[in-house]
């Protein structure tokens, strides 16, 4: 039986981690956290095989910059990575299974906590791998920056609580192709050690993680303003890319000139589409 947030809160384990990474950056989590000088950044959410690579990819090339260490194929900013599944693991969730940490997540009190642990490690020295040993900080940076992770939309709460200025893009495919696009790379990573969600080996399944993750992500949406939140089907996106790129750079406030806009549009490929619907 899934555990209650309740049950989670007094969870052995989620105690340990959090004692854990507190000890580990010396600090203790400060309750306020909105105080901050943290310059707003780009925030990309997204199911799981829904376009947030492609996305991120689009982002960097329009000059919104998206991470020094990047995960090879996914684009995903190693920092930011690391704490959302830290995140998850604290509450004993994971990426196909996240239902603990999404009802963990609906007690405030938690989304400060782990807010908490967020800012410590924003504050540290650990934050330059994010911005390489040149760049600035979250504190300096006066361009577009941000980055993407579909575990984003379900620690949108957390985020938000450090950066409420925050801009969000949210991309959104149809359930059937991002559930057969699941099933597919499992079954390629069949037999690999960590690389196979046997949940997303049924497509039925695939679809219900799609929809929890879809349903959870727009609830969390409702609480940034209208102008800093935009969504972004995927197959518009592929039919159109440079009516969509346009739109994003509009939103980002990054390079808008016809050269760019093309430059970035060219990295879009057109694979084959299931369900083009317009409802996002």
């Known amino acids: 039986m899934m555990q209650s947030a309740r049950q989670l809160v007094g969870h052995g384990l989620f105690q340990v981690a959090l004692r854990r990474s ?9 309750t306020s956290h909105a105080a901050t000088s943290f310059s707003p950044p780009v925030i990309v959410v997204g199911m799981h095989r829904s376009g947030t690579s492609v996305l991120s990819r689009v982002l960097g090339e329009l000059g919104t910059f998206m991470g020094s260490q990047q995960a090879a194929g996914t684009n995903e900013a190693r920092f930011f990575a690391w704490q959302n599944r830290l995140f998850f693991r604290m509450a004993s969730a994971w990426w196909d299974a996240p239902e603990p940490l999404i009802r963990l997540l609906e007690y405030e009190s938690w989304q400060s906590e782990f807010a908490g642990v967020a800012r410590s490690w924003l504050d540290s020295p650990w934050s330059r791998s994010f911005w390489g040993p040149a760049g600035p900080s979250v504190h300096e940076s006066d361009g577009s920056w941000g980055w993407k992770d579909p575990r984003n939309g379900l620690t949108l709460p957390v985020w938000l609580r450090l950066f409420p200025d925050a801009r969000v893009i949210n991309i959104e495919r149809d359930p059937a192709a991002v559930a057969r696009s699941l099933q597919m790379r499992s079954e390629k990573r069949f037999g690999t050690p960590g690389g196979t969600s046997l949940s997303t080996l049924d497509r039925e399944q695939g679809i219900r993680l799609h929809e929890l993750y879809t349903t959870t992500t727009r609830a969390n949406l409702q609480t940034v303003e209208a102008a800093r939140r935009i969504c972004v089907r995927y197959e518009h996106l ?13 939103f980002c406030g990054t390079a808008s000139d016809d050269e760019s806009i093309e430059r970035s549009a060219a990295l879009v490929r057109r694979p084959s589409l299931v369900g083009a619907s317009s409802r996002c």
């Not at 507190?22 to 400060?30: M, P």
């Not at 592929?238 to 790129?245: A, E, I, T």
């Open 22 to 30: 507190r000890a580990r950056l010396g600090q203790a989590t400060s």
């Open 238 to 250: 592929v039919l159109d890319p440079v009516g969509v790129v346009r739109q994003l750079a509009e």
